[in-house]
């Protein structure tokens, strides 16, 4: 099966030549996923010099691997993704290093496995159907389902962790995300120069941010540690908290529970919601797609009691997620640098480079990718070719993958199907959405849609 007509969805321009110093620092401000030269799409190694340091953007598969799995321990996050990062997660699974990383995954890695999918997609059904009828009487006029997927998957985080409804919190964290992401999440000259040890005047106003955020999540938690633990787990936050290293036996401390659930509530709501999003609006773009996502899961059973097992019941659902995925990593570049000089396949990396594996640039290079700017979910269908392995890196790969990748899976097939199931969706206007690289990737704007309720599902 095909989609037709063949859509590919709108991008920033591609440079025809290297941006140059002016160029790279106006891209590092407004939007990162116009930096790259169109031979960067073509290359399986991009070299850039920058104040005398070198860059290089990473796409030959053999290579990724050597740096993300064989070996990761030469290389560490760059100061300018620490700077970025830690205000929003504290301490948690996504920044530590070393043996305070490998604590923090044995002990968290349990918890989100698959044997607690269907504790956690209740609580994801629960909140879709909520969603869904919300947007049901709103149906007909102007719909903002890039707000609407974002309080939802909020919703979803906070329930999944706390299985309570946090919709009184959930407006000022959203305000405060959006808040961070519109000037402090953006790079800035001095953070990509300065060690972390030195702090710029904009890591002393996310400082002053870390102590906001960190606050609410401290509220968060502080009834629940008042608590006595449930004989059975009801949520993330009870298997986090009865959840222990099975070398050491060691569990977590009341400020690694926060920067944990600080760092499970960004992740786990952010990525998903612009997923989401993006899938939304390349199916309004595509209507043979979308029916064939509303044929394929109508009359199927996505009760909060079976959820989970219907999973593999949505083939074409799956797909689309994993198209757009490829299309919209949320994760658009991962930057990491070399402590000691390696060789990686080929590819000769002096102690200091900074490396970036760029999904973005990754999952359109035309060595990987017939047809790459095209929204093609036949790419993931089942019997299709795979891609190479280190070509597709929507969560990462090695030691350091997203350690809740399967459920974010399920939370967005789920979502998919149950939205598809309910409406037939459009767009309201056709002003494009472009892609920017804000701590995630997200539109440009907030488009409008129309939603017809589907009365055959």
Not at 106 to 118: C, D, S
Not at 132 to 149: I, K, Y
Not at 313 to 338: D, I, K, N, Q, S
């Amino acid at each position: 099966m095909m989609t037709t007509p063949r859509y590919a969805p709108p991008t920033p321009p591609i440079r025809r030549t290297d941006p140059g110093l002016r160029g790279f620092l106006r891209a590092a401000r407004s939007n990162v996923l116009g930096l790259w030269p169109d031979q960067a799409y073509e290359q399986d190694v991009y070299a850039t010099r920058f104040l005398g340091r070198t860059t290089l953007l990473l796409n030959a598969p053999d290579a990724i691997r050597r740096v993300l799995v064989d070996n990761p321990g030469n290389y560490r996050r760059s100061p300018a993704s620490i700077r970025i990062l830690r205000p929003l997660t504290g301490d948690g699974l996504l920044l530590s290093e070393g043996a305070a990383w490998r604590l923090q995954r044995r002990t968290i890695a349990p918890a989100l496995g698959p044997r607690m999918l269907p504790l956690l997609a209740r609580h994801v059904v629960a909140v879709v159907d909520e969603t869904v009828a919300a947007l049901r009487s709103v149906a007909g006029g102007p719909v903002d389902l890039l707000a609407a997927m974002q309080g939802m998957a909020l919703e979803i985080a906070g329930r999944s962790m706390f299985s309570v409804e946090t919709s009184g919190a959930a407006p000022a964290l959203r305000a405060m995300v959006q808040e961070y992401g519109a000037d402090l999440a953006r790079a800035h000259l001095a953070d990509l120069l300065l060690p972390v040890a030195l702090p710029t005047f904009r890591d002393l106003r996310r400082r002053w941010f870390r102590r906001r955020w960190m606050a609410v999540m401290s509220g968060l938690i502080r009834d629940r540690l008042g608590q006595p633990p449930p004989a059975a787990p009801r949520d993330l936050f009870d298997l986090l908290r009865a959840a222990r290293d099975p070398e050491t036996g060691a569990g977590f401390g009341a400020q690694a529970l926060r920067d944990q659930t600080a760092t499970m509530i960004l992740a786990g709501h952010e990525t998903t919601a612009v997923t989401l999003f993006w899938a939304l609006s390349l199916l309004a773009a595509a209507p043979e797609e979308q029916a064939l996502l509303a044929a394929e899961v109508r009359g199927l059973d996505l009760t909060a009691a079976v959820a989970a097992g219907t999973i593999p019941e949505l083939p074409r659902t799956r797909a689309v997620v994993a198209e757009t995925l490829r299309l919209y990593p949320p994760a658009f570049t991962m930057a990491r640098a070399a402590i000691g000089p390696d060789d990686a396949c080929c590819i000769s990396i002096p102690s200091g480079t900074l490396i970036l594996i760029a999904p973005w640039v990754l999952h359109r290079h035309r060595r990987f990718w017939g047809e790459p700017a095209v929204f093609d979910p036949d790419r993931f269908a089942p019997g299709a070719p795979p891609p190479p392995r280190f070509a597709y890196l929507p969560f990462g790969a090695g030691p350091r993958m997203c350690v809740g990748a399967q459920f974010a899976l399920t939370e967005a097939a789920l979502g998919l199907a149950a939205l598809v199931r309910a409406f037939e969706i459009t767009r309201a206007d056709d002003r494009p959405v472009l892609p920017v690289a804000i701590v995630t990737t997200q539109p440009d704007h907030a488009p409008g849609f129309r939603l017809r309720a589907r009365t055959d599902g």
